[in-house]
């Protein structure tokens, strides 16, 4: 896969685990909890839309080089980013300073975090997050901190005037890959370990990406973080990170949102001792979360009928104040057939008169129509097909 393509798509699967609460960075703002499985079931949802999108930036990229490669090298735009007069020397390789020298040179970028941030200069704080990165060790606390700034901000009030594009495709440099590998093994910010693990799939090699993460797995102890690394190992689409998955699943001292997680994603597994192994999750497992999610997934590999499979319902939406409970396939809603999570999407936007919505859902076997008022409904999922 090509760098900018790869890039774009990593940027939409984001954007798709920032709608269903798993914002990277932001957790340590929201106060809802992140989903068992609602972030894996979105970007299931969610992938075909992104590939399509990253076509369309990579053709755009590619229309771009080519128009430059017409124009003369001295009429071009520099790029890189230039100096300042307010910008100290040039940053010497860190390999050749001192411990003092790199503290100073620190010192001198973080000071220009602010002023930056004053005049919404986000290319300027990217060219500061990508020297302070290099300024390894002095230099990882500030450099962290200030990838997470720009994080909320590309996801928030975008003061910045920075695009996810370009942020996302910043997090592919040397410097602030080696920041996010290293944070995944040592005492380092949550959030930041959050980001490292949404980002990491997309900026180093898919075998590497399986060893780093799911090292770090084993030793996480934050649950946010443990749900950033299950998501990403669960689309890898990989034996061997379904495995460790798996080991996580059958341990009931792990956190059991975190299992019920799990569960949900190795809904698409074609190992069949990993199958097996769902069907005794869903049977025996002394958590009720953890059985339901095992039977969610169960459900998901032969679905009964066609619809929607909700594996994640929000407890401040309409889905659950109507009734509407994880396990349940939307089968329709306000008279429309559901099938994927754009079509519902779509229903719910459609403007109508009527304060209320009428939703089928089959729950064991029996269909149950639920009337739910209208707007969002808080639930994640994923599309089913009978077989």
Request: aromatic share 4%; net charge negative.
């Amino acid at each position: 896969m090509k760098a900018p393509f790869a890039a774009a798509l990593a940027v939409s699967t984001l954007v798709a685990g920032f709608a269903v609460g798993v914002a990277v960075g932001r957790q340590r703002h929201s106060d809802e909890p992140v989903s068992a499985t609602s972030a894996v079931e979105a970007v299931e949802r969610e992938r075909d839309e992104a590939l399509a999108r990253a076509q369309r930036a990579e053709t755009a990229l590619q229309a771009e080089r080519r128009k430059r490669a017409d124009v003369p090298a001295a009429a071009r735009p520099s790029d890189t980013v230039q100096p300042t007069a307010t910008d100290p020397a040039p940053v010497a390789p860190a390999s050749t300073l001192s411990d003092s020298d790199r503290a100073q040179q620190v010192r001198d970028l973080a000071a220009q975090i602010e002023p930056a941030v004053a005049h919404a200069d986000g290319e300027k704080l990217l060219e500061l997050l990508r020297r302070l990165s290099a300024l390894s060790p002095e230099g990882r606390t500030a450099a962290m901190e200030l990838a997470l700034k720009i994080n909320d901000d590309v996801n928030g009030e975008g003061l910045l005037r920075l695009d996810q594009y370009t942020f996302y495709t910043s997090l592919g440099d040397t410097g602030v890959r080696t920041l996010m590998i290293w944070s995944l093994d040592n005492p380092s910010p949550a959030a930041f370990r959050v980001l490292s693990a949404w980002s990491l799939p997309w900026v180093i090699p898919k075998e590497q990406a399986i060893d780093t993460m799911g090292k770090s797995l084993v030793r996480e102890k934050e649950v946010t973080v443990q749900q950033a690394l299950v998501v990403n190992l669960a689309q890898m689409n990989d034996s061997r990170a379904e495995s460790l998955l798996a080991t996580i699943l059958a341990d009931p001292a792990r956190d059991a949102g975190v299992r019920a997680q799990i569960a949900t994603s190795l809904a698409t597994t074609t190992n069949a001792d990993l199958a097996r192994a769902l069907e005794t999750t869903a049977n025996t497992d002394p958590d009720d979360r953890v059985r339901a999610a095992a039977r969610a997934a169960i459900v998901a590999r032969n679905p009964p009928v066609d619809g929607f499979l909700i594996t994640i319902v929000f407890p401040d939406g309409a889905a659950s104040a109507g009734g509407i409970r994880p396990g349940d396939i939307l089968i329709s809603y306000d008279g429309h057939a559901t099938r994927d999570l754009k079509e519902v999407r779509d229903l719910i936007d459609a403007e109508s008169s009527a304060e209320n919505a009428s939703a089928v859902v089959l729950r064991d076997g029996i269909e149950v129509t639920l009337p739910v008022r209208r707007g969002r409904l808080g639930i994640q999922g994923r599309a089913v097909r009978r077989k």
